[in-house]
């Protein structure tokens, strides 16, 4: 699987949009982009993936460029439970070969 | 949605003991499923992958008679941790995979994690 790059800790106020990134330059055709977030000493969560184009749920919006080499995680509307570490990770998603590896993703900290 | 379940949520056990943690898919069979390890400020590792009905796979430098995995069903896998001692103390989080349906997605859903601590 292509890695990813992600800043390792991000800041956001309260209420503000969180903008997280993420540099996935060596994705192949058929790779997905996924993001999931991990509150402290839960499960990961699944947010969101997309494959080309943004796409966007209740939870949040993917920004994909247009090469795929880059994305955008985006909250709108930041909260103090939004406070995570969110992975990134570019995968070959729908087949029965697929597994999810973690790299160390960002530590978002929302702050009131 | 997929609801993937582990138990216990968190156990004590003392060091040489053995210890198992269940890993349940609850709305969907699951024929394969995944566990990882994670330590304190860690990211999650992949330990090891499982299908039903056949041996685990583990990834390298996991100990496959340390970590016994048994996936007897498409809804239950487990983790025994053998003699376990301190240092296997970390959150362990499995994964079950659905086997695509109708939509064709394999999709793979995580349980809550198990925190174990040996003493």
């Known amino acids: 699987d292509a890695k990813t790059t992600q800043p390792t800790s991000m800041d956001c106020a309260e209420g503000r949009a969180a903008n997280l990134p993420c540099n996935h330059s060596?994705?192949?055709?058929?790779?997905?982009v996924y993001w999931y977030r991990q509150i402290h000493s839960q499960g990961p969560q699944y947010i969101i993936h997309?494959?080309?184009n943004n796409e966007t749920n209740e939870m949040a919006s993917l920004i994909i460029t247009e090469d795929r080499k880059s994305s955008t995680l985006i909250l709108p509307h930041a909260t103090l439970r939004d406070t995570a570490v969110y992975y990134c990770?570019?995968?070959?998603?729908?087949?029965?070969?697929?597994?999810?590896?973690f790299g160390p993703g960002t530590s978002l900290s929302v702050i009131p | 949605g997929a609801v993937v379940s582990q138990h216990p949520s968190r156990v004590i056990c003392k060091s040489g003991t053995s210890v198992k943690i269940e890993c349940r898919s609850l709305?969907?069979?699951?024929?394969?499923m995944f566990w990882y390890r994670q330590f304190p400020k860690q990211s999650l590792m992949l330990m090891a992958t499982?299908?039903?009905?056949?041996?685990?796979?583990?990834e390298q430098g996991v100990e496959k008679d340390k970590f016994l995995i048994n996936h007897a069903s498409l809804t239950l896998s487990t983790l025994t941790v053998t003699s376990a001692h301190p240092e296997d103390s970390s959150f362990y989080i499995c994964?079950?995979?659905?086997?695509?349906?109708?939509?064709?997605?394999?999709?793979?859903?995580f349980g809550p994690g198990t925190r174990l601590t040996v003493t």
């Open positions: 060596t994705i192949s055709g058929n790779e997905y």
């Open positions: 994964s079950a995979r659905d086997q695509g349906g109708t939509s064709g997605r394999y999709e793979q859903y």
């Open positions: 990770i570019v995968r070959v998603a729908f087949t029965s070969y697929d597994k999810v590896i």
């Open positions: 499982s299908n039903e009905g056949s041996k685990a796979t583990y």
């Open positions: 709305d969907f069979q699951a024929t394969t």
């Open positions: 997309g494959l080309k």
